[in-house]
Each structure stands twice: as C-alpha cells, then as structure tokens.
C-alpha cells in the first residue's frame, strides 16, 4: 500500500466518525448509523439520512452494486447441497446418489443408507433412518406426516421438499407458498425454483428483477444450476467475462456442464488456457471429493439388488 492509498484510507475514515448530512460528530450520547447499502457514510438520524440522499444516491447505488458482486462472485466452501451427515463427505449432484429422509429432512449418502441397511440386516434391527433412528414411514401418508412436523418446525429444507413436490405436480399456488417461506429461511434450491417461477409467470406475474434477486441468491448459497442460468444471461447481453466467472465458480464445485461451457469459451477465446486448466482441476478434485470405497459399494450393491 503506499502513501496516496494510506491517504485515501485515512480519509473514509474520518468521513465515517461525522454525520454526514449534518457534519455532527459521533460522541457519547450521539451515535451514529452507517448507510445499509454501500456503508460508505454514517448520520445521526433518519432525518439527516433523507436529506442527504440525493447527493449521495449515486455513489450508494455504485458501491452497493460492488459490494453484490464481491458477494456473487465469491467461491462458496461447499454446494449448496453441503456434506453427508453421517460420512461429512460432499454429496454428489446426481441425485441417484442421496436420498432426503422425512423424518429429519437429513440427506444421507447412498454409502451411508447401505451402511445402515448392513447394520439392520445383520443384526436383524427394525429399519430406521440412518441419521435419527426414526422407523423407516410404512407410507405415503406417513412419510407427509413425517415432513409436515419438520415443516411445523421450521425447518427450510423440509418446506423446500414439499414446495417442489407441488411445483412439480403443476399445483403453484401452494408451491410459491412453501417456496417462499422456505427460501426467506436460506434454502438455495427454494431461490432457484422461484427464480424461474418469476420466469415463466407461474402463479405469479413475470418479475425479470425477482427473478434475477433469487438466482443470485440461490448461487451465491452454492447451486450450479442458478450459476448456468445466469452464465446464459450474460451470455445473452454479451458480457463473456462475468459469465466466465460464473462458470467457473460452478465448475469449481464439480458441475459437470459448467466445465462443458468453459471449454466452448476457451475455445472461441474468452477464457485463458491457465484459467481453464485450473478450473479443470479443481473440478476433478470436485468430483473425486464425493467418492469413496463405502460409496463405490453401494452403488454396485443398489445397481444388482436395487
């Protein structure tokens, strides 16, 4: 850092010990609050804060803009799928992989469900959820029984459940109900179905900034999927570096088509042969992070005995 950035530094920090409206100083009995868009700027009083919007809306709008995309564009830990519960390794996008228990709204691992299911057989054990040792449901009705009291509870994953089951059976009243609540809650794939729901008009009127709010959303919370749908957007409006970028975070989380656009924009020159290489490899290490011996069993035992 050198002396005109220290300068700089020293300034935003003055700036933010005074209202900056009025000019009054941040002391005992006055404190002050920082503007919740751009936290460039503190006032004394939501007074001060309106007055002062005119001369300072544009600048807000500029750096809030930024500060979005340093959240967007920030590479999540994980997929908003998360890890195993049991195993704690990541949980693959094939969705053949995993199975969403009701009782708990717990996704287990197939190499853990065959663990479990192991466990019962050779001990001769009533069958029970691999997580919570709940009763397997005996059905339907009881599986719903199970999810609505996880629903009662709060729980977004569960609403999330029930929210694309409706929306998957066309019934999008009831399915933007579940959604909604769920995706206030933090639920990544509730933001992304929404997303498309502001899309398409189903239940609700087209709504192109809903739209575009949720599938931030649902990427910056770790969904390859939002990540290609806007990857597309950019696309479409002809700013190749922000969808690289998007493409690139996704294939860093072991989504397979991501890598497969990266490689037609490495093609036509919109990414760098080391920028592709490392996505490259930051896939595979992706990938091979969902796998292990346990899991690699299973999937031959379920492929011979279902």
Excluded at 143 to 171: F, L, Q, V, Y
Excluded at 217 to 228: D, F, N
């Amino acid at each position: 850092m050198n002396a005109e950035d220290d300068l700089e530094e020293a300034e935003a920090a003055d700036i933010m010990m005074f209202c900056a409206s009025c000019g009054i100083a941040e002391v005992d009995d006055i404190k002050l609050m920082t503007c919740n868009d751009c936290d460039l700027v503190r006032y004394c009083s939501d007074k001060c804060q309106q007055d002062h919007r005119p001369r300072h809306n544009e600048k807000c709008k500029e750096r809030a803009a930024e500060l979005r995309d340093e959240l967007l564009f920030r590479q999540p830990e994980s997929s908003y799928l998360g890890d195993c519960p049991i195993c704690c390794l990541p949980l693959s996008f094939n969705n053949n992989k995993s199975a969403m228990y009701t009782c708990c709204s717990k996704t287990i691992c197939k190499g853990c469900e065959y663990a479990n299911k192991l466990r019962q057989i050779e001990g001769r054990l009533e069958e029970t959820c691999p997580f919570c040792r709940h009763p397997l449901s005996k059905d339907d009705e009881e599986s719903n029984t199970n999810i609505m009291r996880r629903i009662e509870a709060n729980d977004p994953h569960a609403m999330g459940h029930m929210g694309k089951r409706h929306w998957d059976e066309g019934d999008y009243g009831t399915a933007f109900e579940y959604l909604s609540k769920a995706a206030a809650l933090g639920d990544a794939m509730s933001h992304f179905i929404l997303g498309h729901m502001y899309s398409w008009g189903q239940c609700v009127e087209t709504d192109k900034k809903k739209r575009l709010l949720h599938l931030e959303e649902a990427a910056i919370a770790g969904h390859p999927y939002a990540r290609q749908s806007l990857a597309y957007d950019e696309q479409e409006n002809e700013r190749m570096d922000r969808a690289t970028k998007h493409l690139i975070i996704a294939a860093n989380l072991g989504y397979d088509k991501a890598i497969q656009m990266l490689k037609n924009c490495y093609i036509r020159g919109h990414v760098s042969k080391e920028d592709f290489a490392a996505s490259l490899r930051a896939h595979q290490a992706a990938v091979d992070a969902t796998k292990s011996p346990l899991r690699e069993e299973a999937a031959n035992f379920f492929a011979e005995f279902g």
